[in-house]
T-cell receptor
Framework: DTAVSQTPKYLVTQMGNDKSIKCEQN?????MYWYKQDSKKFLKIMFS???????INETVPNRFSPKSPDKAHLNLHINSLELGDSAVYFC?????????????FGPGTRLTVL | DAKTTQPNSMESNEEEPVHLPCNHS???????IHWYRQLPSQGPEYVIH???SNVNNRMASLAIAEDRKSSTLILHRATLRDAAVYYC????????????FGQGTELSVKP
């Protein structure tokens, strides 16, 4: 069983569209994250949720809205997609978000905006 | 911004040990040192972490300098599957567990 899964794996869309990426973890963790890896391979934290509550928002544009229906799911909705949103998006989870916790990453969703 | 400095790339021969260095001169007493790696076309995966003492697990060893301003990830016998980008990360206390990635070290392993 996959610990952290993301759908879809690939997403190709036009500028201006709205799209969502889904993430699920079956590890029983309380904390989930979204990271963005750009074309230069830099990985950057976007959001973190703990028990459905937003705890980290790293000055991401308002067009990005995470939603956590329960602690096993953290979805990412993106409005009015722009060319610069093209990247690989990784979901991750950890037990509590403590300094000692290990983060488990999903396989990534490659978003291409045309 | 990442608080660690690593060489951009390193090369190793298969079945030989690899020592991946990391400098973190601004580390504070409560920061944990974590290492993750990212294999091609995959998400990052946890390797090891430590605070002050050296650590061993089935994947690697972590040697931490006495002043904690540097650390070294040791792969005891590199395999082709170990070719990846290795990230040394300081996990800061009470910051929600977020990982701040630097540029990492791209390790290539020659057969």
């Amino acid at each position: 069983d996959t610990a952290v899964s993301q759908t879809p794996k690939y997403l190709v869309t036009q500028m201006g569209n709205d799209k969502s990426i889904k993430c699920e973890q079956n590890l029983g963790h309380d904390t989930m994250y979204w990271y963005k890896q750009d074309s230069k391979k830099f990985l950057k934290i976007m959001f973190s949720y703990n028990n459905k509550e937003l705890i980290i928002n790293e000055t991401v544009p308002n067009r990005f809205s995470p939603k956590s229906p329960d602690k096993a799911h953290l979805n990412l909705h993106i409005n009015s997609l722009e060319l610069g949103d093209s990247a690989v998006y990784f979901c991750a989870s950890s037990r509590r978000g403590a300094s000692t916790d290990t983060q488990y990453f999903g396989p990534g969703t490659r978003l291409t905006v045309l | 911004d990442a608080k660690t400095t690593q060489p951009n790339s390193m090369e190793s021969n298969e079945e030989e040990p690899v020592h991946l260095p990391c400098n973190h001169s601004t580390i504070s007493g409560t920061d944990y040192i974590h290492w993750y790696r990212q294999l091609p076309s995959q998400g990052p995966e946890y390797v090891i972490h430590g605070l002050t003492s050296n650590v061993n697990n089935r994947m690697a060893s972590l040697a931490i300098a006495e002043d904690r301003k540097s650390s070294t990830l040791i792969l005891h016998r590199a395999t082709l599957r170990d070719a990846a980008v290795y990230y040394c990360i300081l996990k800061i206390y009470n910051q929600g567990g977020k990982l701040i990635f630097g540029q990492g070290t791209e390790l290539s392993v020659k057969p």
